[in-house]
T-cell receptor, first 116, second 111 residues
Framework: DTGVSQNPRHKITKRGQNVTFRCDPI?????LYWYRQTLGQGPEFLTY????????KSRLLSDRFSAERPKGSFSTLEIQRTEQGDSAMYLC??????????????FGPGTRLTVL | GNSVTQMEGPVTLSEEAFLTINCTYT??????LFWYVQYPGEGLQLLLK?????DKGSNKGFEATYRKETTSFHLEKGSVQVSDSAVYFC??????????FGRGTSLIVHP
């Protein structure tokens, strides 16, 4: 396994367009997380899944954002009607469920979104 | 709510210099504390962690001690290398699977 992968790595779009990002977690991990990271800031939590169930959503996740994990494996994050303020790095992470060391999160390289 | 404050960067050092990156936190209860590192073009990697007061996390020559009395978790390394150049994030996790991150501190090490 090569770790968490994200595609595309970079996306440039015009304001008002829809974009979709994909995350492939580590294969045996049943938890998957999405974060947003803007320049000079740490990652901010957006949402997470356990298997196919979306268990928690941040207030940062506006109605224009939707995330899915239909088969409990890969996940997609869609942003509709993009705005310039959506420009950021979108990070995905995955982990096992459970307590202790088992739920260490492993991060992907991120998708950098630029909205013109 | 939970929050993490890190010293602003960039921190610029010569190779073999001593490194300290300060981190203080505010949290309810007894959080676990973490340092992550992000190399250019890569995702965050867990560098070290500590789960209770007075624990010392260590990895790759880096160390940090969980100080409950000062609510701090400062990152130190005795002799930095050019390859340590990266952005370092302090984070905490308290009663949740979701970590709260600091803003990150960029480290630049010159030969």
């Amino acid at each position: 396994d090569t770790g968490v992968s994200q595609n595309p790595r970079h996306k440039i779009t015009k304001r008002g367009q829809n974009v979709t990002f994909r995350c492939d977690p580590i294969s045996e991990h049943n938890r998957l997380y999405w974060y947003r990271q803007t320049l000079g800031q740490g990652p901010e939590f957006l949402t997470y899944f356990q298997n196919e169930a979306q268990l928690e959503k941040s207030r940062l996740l506006s109605d224009r954002f939707s995330a899915e994990r239909p088969k409990g494996s890969f996940s997609t994050l869609e942003i509709q009607r993009t705005e310039q303020g959506d420009s950021a790095m979108y990070l995905c992470a995955s982990s096992l469920a459970g307590g202790g060391d088992n739920n260490e999160q492993f991060f992907g390289p991120g998708t950098r979104l630029t909205v013109l | 709510g939970n929050s993490v404050t890190q010293m602003e960067g960039p921190v610029t050092l010569s190779e073999e210099a001593f490194l300290t990156i300060n981190c203080t936190y505010t949290a309810t209860g007894y959080p676990s504390l973490f340092w992550y590192v992000q190399y250019p073009g890569e995702g965050l990697q867990l560098l070290l962690k500590a789960t209770k007061a007075d624990d010392k996390g260590s990895n790759k020559g880096f160390e940090a001690t969980y100080r409950k009395e000062t609510t701090s978790f400062h990152l130190e390394k005795g002799s930095v290398q050019v390859s340590d150049s990266a952005v370092y994030f302090c984070a905490l996790r308290a009663g949740s699977y979701i970590p709260t991150f600091g803003r990150g501190t960029s480290l630049i090490v010159h030969p």
